[in-house]
């Protein structure tokens, strides 16, 4: 759970400073902003940022599922070999 809120908070405050940095070129150069293409620009460019700034918590995340994946899948093979048992020896 702790990656997930790592990596979640991390691309918002990544947003947040694309959005601030986007804002703050194109405020001073036309006066004034479309804020939907602000905000467009923003998550683009915040999106291509993630991708390269945010591999390490990425991978940290991915293997966090992975391995919960992994547990719960044994968990139900387990359960099934215990109802296959329990159903040759009826």
Known sequence: ???????????????????????GIWVPLAGEANLLWAFVIALVVSGVGSYFLLNGPREALAQRVD????????????????????????
């Open 1 to 23: 759970m702790k990656e997930f809120v790592v990596y979640t908070g991390l691309r918002i405050l990544l947003f947040v400073a694309a959005l601030g940095i986007v804002l």
């Open 67 to 90: 391995a919960r994946a992994r547990a719960a899948t044994s968990r139900f093979e387990e359960m099934r070999a215990k109802e296959d048992r329990e159903e040759e020896g009826a």
